[in-house]
């Protein structure tokens, strides 16, 4: 099993434990690297990192580098939304992630909740579930050049809802045509997450993104990480044997280091 997990969550964002302790549970699990990768701030969502949280950030995670590093390789990681506003100084990657899409001039959140998600269909996309989907899309696709992003975090994460009932058909040719676009865009230069996230919160039956996605990564030379975005240290590597047999199937190159 691959045993270093780059996508986690503390209490300066949405996560419950203290960094310390998702480096000691990642220790106690045999771990050779972990990174901490909180919400970069942004104004309009409130569980990200404050702005006057982001020094005493990196300074804690460079405090357990010093304390740690002879056991574990610790890394100063960021999660950064598309409309993230942070310094990208002193961080040692960036995982670009889409959470909220523009629409009307205005902001709607993808990954909120299933009715929420329709609501904003009908409002900002006429109902047009594949006008939701283009603009997700395209949003991913400018991520690298927005958030300077050395990673992509959950590619398809519109397809949240799915078993709830909210699905998109990824033979659509809109569909297709959006998330290829956004491949070509980002291939080169970004590492994609296998994100594990989903099926440990119980609203994915697999992880990030999706096997035909996958397979049209592997066409385009894409490279993969295994991500758990774990938000308690429990969750650290969750269902990471899965994801490499996912990945293995389809022939996925994995980079888990950084
Ligand atoms: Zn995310
Ligand atoms: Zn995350």
Not at 35 to 48: L, N, R, V
Request: charged share 35%; proline share 2%.
């Amino acid at each position: 099993m691959i045993k270093a997990d780059f996508h986690t969550h503390s209490v300066f964002s949405d996560g419950i434990n203290e960094p310390e302790e998702i480096v000691t549970a990642a220790i106690g699990k045999g771990f050779t690297a972990i990174g901490i990768s909180d919400h970069a701030y942004e104004p309009f969502d409130s569980w990200c990192m404050k702005k006057r949280d982001e020094n005493r950030y990196r300074e804690e995670i460079e405090r357990l580098k010093r304390l740690y590093g002879n056991r574990i390789k610790v890394l100063c990681g960021i999660e950064a939304d598309y409309y993230s506003e942070f310094d990208a100084y002193g961080y040692d990657y960036i995982i670009g992630s889409v959470h909220y899409i523009e629409a009307k001039g205005k902001i709607y959140s993808v990954d909120m909740s299933k009715e929420e998600t329709e609501k904003n269909i009908a409002e900002g996309f006429c109902g047009d579930r594949y006008a939701y989907a283009e603009r997700y899309f395209e949003t991913v696709g400018k991520l690298r050049e927005k958030t300077g992003a050395r990673i992509i975090g959950h590619f398809d994460l519109l397809t949240k809802f799915e078993k709830q009932g909210l699905t998109f058909d990824e033979e659509n040719v809109r569909y297709k045509t959006a998330y290829v676009k956004a491949i070509e865009r980002t291939v080169k230069e970004c590492i994609f997450e296998i994100n594990t996230g989903g099926i440990t919160r119980g609203y994915k039956e697999r992880p990030y993104p999706s096997e035909r996605i996958i397979k049209e990564l592997v066409k385009h030379g894409g490279k993969c990480i295994l991500s758990s975005d774990a938000h308690e240290k429990e969750s650290i590597g969750g269902f990471f044997d899965e994801a490499e047999k996912f990945a293995n199937k389809y022939g996925v190159r994995i980079i888990n280091e950084i």
